[in-house]
Structures are given as C-alpha cells and as structure tokens.
C-alpha cells in the first residue's frame, strides 16, 4: 500500500512500526529507507541520524499509547472501572508494548536520549494512574491503607509483565489471567460499600 504524507513523517511511521518489529538494535537505517519508500539522504535531511529519527518515532508511539491510556483513565465512571478499563482495554498482546518492548533493546539503555523518552513515558502513565487510585482513596472508594503510586506500579508491571508472558508462551492467555489478577486484587482493595 503506498505511503501518504511527508517523507518525514514517513519515516517516522517506519520507523516506529520497524522498532515494534525488531526492536532498535536490528532496525537498520536501510530497512527504514525501504519501508518508508524513501531516498538514501532522506533520513539525514530530515534527522541527525538513526538515534534522533528513532527518538521521534518513539515520541510518537509513546503519544498514542498515553493517548489511549488518558482516554480509559479519564472516562466516566469510579477510579475502579477507569483502571478496570484500562486493564481491559484491546491490546496486541502478542506483539508486546511498544514502549515497553525497548528497554530489553541494550542499545536503547546505552542511549540518554532513547532510555529518556522510555522513562518519561512511564512516569507520565504512572502519574496518570496514580491519580486515578488516589482520586480512588481520596472518595473512600478504596481503602485508606492504599499507597497509590505502590497500587500504580503494580498495575503497570501487570499489563508489561503480561505482555513478557504471553509473549514467552505464544499465547494471549497468561496476559488475560495476570489482568483477571489484578482485578480480583483491586477488588479486594474497594471498600465493601463500593463493591
């Protein structure tokens, strides 16, 4: 299928869906040039070269997923339905998290500026789901014992530790029972006027 819009942009589309792919260290900036249909000097017009196209294409992935996430996190609805719909929410669970799947690419962690956009792009999420379960313990809705930047992390490990699981299986499943898991844990956490 041809490719529309700039030939930046282009590359960053490539870019990214080649990092989800391969990940950063098997991404050559040949394969970028052939899958985003572009010329050989494009990518150092437009970039300072492979680390600062695949920080951009990685800003723009990293923009999508907070993206979906505010939208669940945000919703309607108590602090428990908008994490159980950020939990629940469709993934390619198989493919694993585009954000996620980069911190296993050494390369990324050797780079400040790759393993910044990684980290900002946690802290960012976590901080969205801090507010939520702190929305949560603030409403009397879970209870008062709740750390909520400790609640936070532990659903974040759940969705990356899903996808690390589901992955190592070929199978959705182990993802789904994690999810199912944390569910049970949250609900346990409500206090029983809210349940």
């Known amino acids: 299928m041809p490719r529309t819009g700039s030939t930046r942009d282009q590359l960053i589309e490539s870019t990214r869906e080649l990092l989800w792919e391969r990940g950063y260290a098997a991404t050559s900036p040949r394969a970028i040039l052939d899958r985003a249909g572009a010329g050989q000097g494009s990518m150092y017009h437009h970039f300072a070269g492979k680390e ?41 669970v198989l493919r694993g998290c585009p954000v996620g799947r980069m911190t296993g690419d050494a390369e990324v962690l050797e ?36 750390q909520p930047a400790d609640l936070a992390d532990t659903v974040l490990a759940v969705v990356q530790g899903g996808y690390v699981l589901a992955r190592a299986a070929g199978d959705p499943a182990p993802f789904d029972r994690a999810v199912r898991g944390a569910l049970a844990m949250l609900e346990h956490l409500r206090r029983k006027d809210n349940r």
């Open 111 to 146: 780079s400040a500026v790759l393993q910044d956009v990684v980290a900002t792009t946690f802290d960012q999420l976590r901080a969205h789901i801090v507010a939520v379960i702190r929305d949560g313990v603030n409403n009397d809705e879970f209870s008062r014992g709740v």
């Open 52 to 92: 600062d196209l695949a920080a951009a294409a990685m800003r723009s992935t990293a923009q999508q997923l907070l993206g979906r996430a505010e939208a669940d996190l945000t919703s309607d609805g108590s602090a428990f339905e908008r994490v159980k719909a950020y939990l629940l929410r469709q993934r390619e």
